[in-house]
C-alpha cells in the first residue's frame, strides 16, 4: 500500500478521492475518469477469491479481471500495474479492453505537469520541518532524501534541479547535524542529495 501512495502522490495523473465514506484512486486525465475502489478491491480477493477490481469508467462498474499469472500476488500490485498504465497514457496494446474507450480517448494527456511541485510535496515539507522542530533530525533528513529519491525515479528530475529544492529546507539544519546523518544515511544515494 505505501508503495501505491508513493506513485500516486509522485504524479499529477492519479489522486486519492476522499470526498465520500471510503477512499478511491481517481485518474486526472483526459478520457473518461477511472475510479478504483481499493478497499473494495482488497476486500474481494481476500474474503470472497474474487479476482475482479472494483473499478469505474465513468461512473459505470467495469469488468478487469487480475491476470490468470498473478492470482497470488497482492491485489494492490494489480491496482499499481493500473496506475502505471494510466502515467504511460493508457498504451493500447497493454490497457485491458474493457478499458479500450479510455486507451482511445487520452492519447493526448501530457505528462510535463510531473516537473512542478505537487500538494503532496508541500505536506512532505512541513512533516520534515515539524519533526526537526521535534528534535528528530534524522528521520527529517530521512524524509528529505526520500523525496529526492522519488523526484528522481518517478520523475526523472535532474540531481542538480533537486538540490536546488533542498537547498532552502536544508539551511535549517546545522551542519553538524547532517555531516552525521551522511555518515550513515537511510540509503547510499541519499547522499547524492543531501550535501553540507
Given amino acids: 500500500m505505501e508503495l501505491l501512495c508513493s506513485i500516486v502522490n509522485s504524479t499529477p495523473v492519479w489522486s486519492f478521492n476522499l470526498s465520500s465514506d471510503k477512499p478511491f484512486l481517481c485518474s486526472n486525465d483526459d478520457g473518461p475518469t477511472i475510479l478504483i475502489d481499493i478497499f473494495r478491491c482488497i476486500q474481494k480477493n481476500c474474503e470472497d477469491y474474487d479476482s475482479h477490481l472494483s473499478l469505474y469508467m465513468s461512473q459505470r462498474p467495469v469488468c478487469v479481471l487480475k491476470d490468470e499469472k498473478s492470482i497470488d ?9 493500473l496506475v502505471l498504465l494510466g502515467m504511460a497514457g493508457w498504451p493500447i496494446e497493454s490497457t485491458p479492453s474493457t478499458l479500450s474507450e479510455k486507451a482511445h480517448k487520452s492519447g493526448s494527456y501530457e505528462l510535463q505537469d510531473i516537473t512542478k511541485m505537487l500538494p503532496a510535496d508541500y505536506d512532505e515539507f512541513r ?9 528528530v533530525v534524522e528521520e527529517s533528513l530521512s524524509v528529505l532524501a526520500q523525496m529526492a529519491r522519488r523526484w528522481y525515479v518517478c520523475r526523472s528530475w535532474e540531481i542538480e534541479k533537486i538540490k536546488e529544492i533542498l537547498t532552502p529546507l536544508l539551511a535549517q539544519f546545522q551542519k553538524e547535524e547532517i555531516r ?3 555518515q550513515s544515511p537511510h540509503e547510499e544515494s541519499d547522499r547524492l542529495f543531501i550535501s553540507v
Fill in 127 to 135: 512533516t520534515a520541518t515539524k519533526l526537526y522542530e521535534l528534535g
Fill in 180 to 182: 552525521n546523518y551522511l
Fill in 73 to 81: 500476488t497482492p491485489t494492490t500490485d494489480s491496482i499499481i500495474s
